[in-house]
């Protein structure tokens, strides 16, 4: 079993939708929580990192954490065409202190938002 | 300030054959770490590097290794091609320094085709 899984998807939405991504875990070590866009032929970008339990908003979007749970979600509020992309969740954890360089990631969700 | 930069960006190689991939770091990042993402596995870990030492090692085999520079430049080297070693591979930099804003960020990273 996978350290972290994520919804595979795919999933395709209309403009303006809700969009719902999630992720588990199953390593209690893990503290910090981040989300990633990718687009085709790109490397993944930074969206939104958590560390506490609780909800993040940062624009349209707004990510989740319960870490008692070990579940996370990214919310994307009315979604546009320019939202496709896949969407990776990645965790880290903080053993002896330096291990903050290791991600792991989820498989990814690849999204759509058609017009 | 200029993101991180990974050369050459596509490459084919044979079976047998070695590879070298280098990465430039954002001015003032210490910290950089590899991941290979195929469709399969996804991202995976391979390394990370700090201050020219080897800090994080993911589950791959010896024939992939790395070093890091005093500018904090880092290549990775992959001997001995296979087939499957055919991925996407990212680099990624962060300041290193072990804090909760110890994000990393991604280049664009180099497709590496073995045939």
């Known amino acids: 079993q996978k350290e972290v899984e994520q919804d595979p998807g795919p999933l395709s939405v209309p403009e303006g939708a809700i969009v719902s991504l999630n992720c588990t875990y199953s390593n209690s070590a893990f503290q910090y929580f981040m989300w990633y866009r990718q687009y085709s032929r790109k490397g993944p970008e930074l969206l939104m990192y958590t560390y506490s339990s609780g909800n993040k908003e940062d624009g349209r979007f707004t990510a989740q954490v319960d870490k008692s749970s070990k579940y996370i979600s990214l919310f994307i509020r009315d979604s546009q065409p320019s939202d496709s992309a896949t969407y990776l969740c990645?965790?880290?954890?903080?053993?002896?202190?330096?291990?903050?360089?290791?991600?792991?990631f989820g498989q990814g969700t690849i999204l759509t938002v058609h017009p | 300030k200029a993101g991180v930069t990974q050369t050459p960006r596509y490459l084919i190689k044979t079976r047998g054959q070695q590879v070298t991939l280098s990465c430039s770091p954002i001015s003032g990042h210490r910290s950089v770490s590899w991941y290979q993402q195929t469709p399969g596995q996804g991202l995976q870990f391979l390394f990370e590097y700090f201050s020219e030492t080897q800090r994080n090692k993911g589950n791959f085999p010896g024939r992939f290794s790395g070093r890091q520079f005093s500018n904090s430049r880092s290549e990775m080297n992959v001997s001995t091609l296979e087939l499957g070693d055919s991925a996407l591979y990212l680099c990624?930099?962060?300041?290193?320094?072990?804090?909760?804003?110890?994000?990393?960020?991604f280049g664009p990273g180099t497709r590496l085709t073995v045939l």
């Open positions: 990624a930099s962060s300041s290193g320094g072990g804090q909760i804003s110890n994000t990393q960020y």
């Open positions: 990645a965790m880290s954890s903080n053993a002896g202190g330096t291990s903050y360089g290791k991600l792991t």
